[in-house]
């Protein structure tokens, strides 16, 4: 992992110019450009393929910042000062005054914000006099880049930098909450809900089928490797790649562990990365052993349930 400031204020200089660079964060990889230009915003939304009606997280250094943009209320404020910065994404009511490039909102008044943990890339938004729209940098509706040469999977030549960060330590991407009227949970992530619902003395739930509450990009097919996915497997057929999380006694060629010890955290960090080494051993179809839902695994069993779409 190459983290010197040589690299930042290469990402700075592009950045700059209003051209893209992928940027390592806890969660997953983004492609980041300046939120508040409408070329760079522009330039995300055709290299990811993304229709424009799917609206992009904008990430802060700091609070000073987000008021710029956004207004703020107690409950962010108090979901901030305990998990921020961290693996959480706020829905919040955008300021009439901000530079928000339309782009970034899909012309709505909500803006969604994240303050992203990674030492390098908050190094990097410390250096910056905009913040940094930056979705998943993946192609639309396929899996979330989880260190630096996946990004340079996705996109090759066509982004000028990819920041190096070493692999994502959360592995999964953040949670969303909409504050904009009462909480509402618009997509499992990094923060688990218990949590949430622990501080704000709620019961907010997460409802996958509800259309009307979930994030625009949440469509049924996402995540998607790109072959078909079977969950709940304990015998896996000998075409298929295994995913496990409990040590087995007997194992085979195809097996890939995400964690031996179905330490749920460590599972969620390897999953993106091992869906990725399973396509490129050119294996048709995966299997998966049954999940708990607890936890991480929640997030783990929606991102699958999604991928197994396709
Ligand atoms: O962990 C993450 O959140 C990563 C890293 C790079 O920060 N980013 C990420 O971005 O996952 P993306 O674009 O792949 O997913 C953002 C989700 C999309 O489903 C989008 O529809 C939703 O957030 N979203 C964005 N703005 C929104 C808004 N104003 N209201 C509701 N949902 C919104
Ligand atoms: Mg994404």
Request: aromatic residues 8%; hydrophobic residues 35%; positive net charge.
């Amino acid at each position: 992992m190459k983290s010197n400031l040589s690299n930042i204020k290469k990402s700075k200089y592009y950045l700059d110019k209003n051209e893209c660079v992928g940027i390592p964060t806890e969660t997953v990889y983004g492609l980041a450009g300046n939120a508040y230009s409408e070329k760079a915003t522009s330039k995300i939304f055709k290299l990811k393929k993304r229709p424009k009606n799917n609206p992009l997280i904008v990430h802060y250094h700091n609070l000073k910042m987000l008021r710029n943009d956004c207004i703020i209320n107690k409950k962010f404020l108090k979901l901030y000062k305990k998990f921020c910065p961290g693996p959480i994404t706020f829905i919040l009511q955008l300021k009439k005054e901000s530079k928000i490039s339309q782009n970034v909102t899909n012309k709505k008044k909500t803006l969604a914000v994240r303050f992203p943990k990674h030492f390098i890339t908050r190094k990097l938004l410390k250096n910056l006099k905009y913040p940094l729209a930056a979705p998943s940098a993946n192609i639309s509706t396929k899996i979330s880049p989880v260190s630096r040469s996946d990004v340079q999977d996705e996109f090759g030549k066509k982004i000028k930098f990819i920041l190096d960060g070493g692999y994502s330590k959360i592995g999964l991407e953040s949670t969303i909450i909409s504050l904009t009227n009462n909480p509402k949970i618009l997509r499992l992530g990094g923060i688990e809900i218990s949590k949430i619902n622990r501080l704000l003395k709620t019961n907010l739930k997460f409802n996958s089928k509800n259309k009307n509450v979930a994030a625009p990009g949440q469509g049924r097919v996402h995540y998607s490797p790109g072959i078909p996915i079977r969950l709940n497997v304990n015998s896996p057929k000998r075409d298929e790649a295994f995913i496990l999380i409990k040590k087995r006694k007997f194992s085979g060629k195809n097996f890939y562990y995400l964690t031996k010890t179905k330490n749920l955290n460590e599972a969620a960090k390897n999953l993106y990365k091992t869906m990725r080494i399973i396509k490129k051993k050119k294996f048709k179809k995966i299997a998966v052993e049954k999940i708990p839902n607890k936890g991480l695994g929640l997030t783990i069993n929606d991102r699958l349930n999604r991928a197994s779409n396709k």
